[in-house]
């Protein structure tokens, strides 16, 4: 799907962005949620009671995430943060991680229900996902741990596709309790990977939300602190 050449970021340029990113890119200063989402979850089932979907939401860049949404088994999410990824002198997405509805405080690598939405502003190639993505959950995991989900994150990396302006990934982990449940990535509404191993989870959502995240002040905003 061929976009305008002026518009189109380089591999180069963009080459990480959507998972890691080098130095320059902590130098960026980014908007920070005005506060913790997860202070407002115990009035958030009466604002859902009372309020329209419409003022139901948040909007960044003109993108729009909505406060809870729902998985495929009916469970609800909440809206714990949401914030922009700005790559050098570009905005390469925006973000927003829901969690388990009944569970506010932010656990992003623990056994809980939990998504991560991103839309993305430019195209992105999927062999550049997929080396992002090994960097990402090789930073944030002993030589060990890595080993030992490195044959599943080859089967992930292999599901990427090319993204081009407004597509986005969600990352989603639908706990079944005990360590058990379904890892998914979904491309615009599509499921085109699942997993069952919490491990491989956890090293996903790391890259953003981990110990050594791409961008500290992007995990803090989908933290909502």
């Not at 860049?61 to 088994?73: E, I, L, N, P």
């Not at 502003?121 to 550049?128: G, K, N, T, V, W």
């Not at 990352?171 to 360590?179: D, E, R, V």
């Not at 990977?193 to 956890?202: C, I, P, Q, T």
Request: a neutral charge; glycine letters at 8%.
């Amino acid at each position: 799907m061929p976009i305008s050449p002026l518009y189109r970021l380089s591999v180069s340029a963009v080459r990480g962005a959507a998972c890691s990113l080098n130095a320059a890119c902590h130098a960026v200063s980014l908007p920070v949620v005005s506060a913790p989402r997860w202070l407002a979850a115990g009035v958030m089932g009466a604002l859902l009671a009372t309020t329209s979907p419409a003022a139901l939401a948040v909007e960044i860049k003109g993108v729009t995430f909505a406060d809870q949404v729902t998985t495929q088994s009916g469970q609800p999410l909440t809206l714990i943060g949401s914030g922009l990824f700005t790559y050098l002198l570009w905005d390469a997405y925006v973000g927003a991680y829901y969690q388990d509805a009944r569970r506010p405080r932010p656990a992003p690598l623990k056994d809980v229900s939990r998504r991560l939405v991103l839309e993305y502003f430019h195209a992105i190639d999927a062999e550049d996902f997929a080396k992002a993505t090994t960097k990402g959950v090789r930073k944030n995991l002993s030589a060990a741990d890595f080993a030992a989900i490195e044959p599943e994150l080859t089967r992930f990396n292999r599901a990427y596709q090319d993204v081009v302006p407004g597509d986005r990934y969600a990352l989603q982990w639908l706990s079944a309790g005990g360590g058990s449940g379904t890892l998914s990535l979904v491309l615009n509404g599509q499921v085109i990977f699942e997993s069952d191993s919490l491990a491989l989870a956890n090293g996903l959502f790391a890259i953003w939300l981990g110990d050594e995240p791409a961008q500290q002040d992007f995990r803090t905003q989908l933290l909502g602190q």
